[in-house]
């Protein structure tokens, strides 16, 4: 019709898949129930740690989360979500997908942007008083945290800071490996749960800032490649 713009308004999702390629959802309070062995089992989350870079919904750029957040793990290397069935662009939890997938209107981000970063589940939500990681875990956080990874990269920039910069995360990284390490021994955890119980290892966390690491028998190596 002349003056009618003839652009079509989105109305409803036409599972185009984007979205939940850029990755699966963050978990809130209201989804708790979901979290249970052999639907959200511990072997298919993964806990984004406080100061690790994230993309909020709709967001291009990733930014330090302010608050630990827990995810539904990718696929394979990549973000996209696990229950994304490729072939169909569908959802194979689709009847139980948690809020943030069934508040996420791209048409329409009101929504998900009013819970985005609120009422999160955290790992200590999760795991259970009498589970034998929790110490662990503790341990973890206590000796393991994500550091500022807009300081690092700014002293890795810097030449004469770079090699202090350097060591202080090699030993961070050989840490977080270690303990991951006493978790494997003593209690058998495989790579899935891992996880969700310790993140992500730091030395892919830091990859973005241009890290790069060599293994010896000595542990982890260090190298600054560039940004
Ligand atoms: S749970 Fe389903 S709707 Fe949510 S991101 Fe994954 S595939 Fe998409």
Redesign the pocket.
């Known amino acids: 019709m002349p003056g009618q713009s003839s652009k079509k308004i989105k109305e409803a999702c036409d599972r185009c898949g984007t ?2 390629r850029q990755g ?2 963050a978990l809130h309070i209201q989804d708790r129930h979901l979290v249970a062995p052999g639907f959200l089992g511990f072997d298919v989350l993964v806990t984004i740690r406080r100061g690790e870079l994230a993309r909020y919904p709709l967001s291009d750029q990733p930014e330090p989360v302010r608050q630990e957040l827990i995810k ?1 793990q990718g696929r394979g290397g990549d973000w996209s ?1 696990r ?2 069935q490729a072939a169909s662009s569908s ?1 194979a ?2 009847d139980r ?2 809020l943030a ?1 069934r508040l996420l209107k791209c048409w329409a981000p009101d929504e998900v942007l009013a819970i985005a970063g609120r009422e999160l589940l955290g790992r200590y939500d999760l795991i259970a008083d009498n589970d034998p990681l929790l110490l662990l875990v503790r341990l973890h956080e206590q000796e393991c945290a994500c550091p500022d990874l807009v300081e690092s990269g700014i002293r890795l920039r810097s030449l004469s800071r770079r090699a202090a910069m350097l060591c202080e995360l090699e030993q961070l990284v050989n840490r977080d490996i270690a303990v991951r390490g006493m978790a494997l021994q003593r209690y058998g955890l495989s790579v899935a749960p891992e996880l969700f119980y310790f993140g992500r290892p730091l030395f892919q966390i830091l990859a973005p800032l241009g890290i790069t690491v060599t293994e010896s028998s000595g542990g982890l190596t260090l190298q600054y490649r560039g940004a």
């Open positions: 979205c939940c699966g959802p539904i979500c229950f994304l959802c939890i689709y997908r948690p997938c």
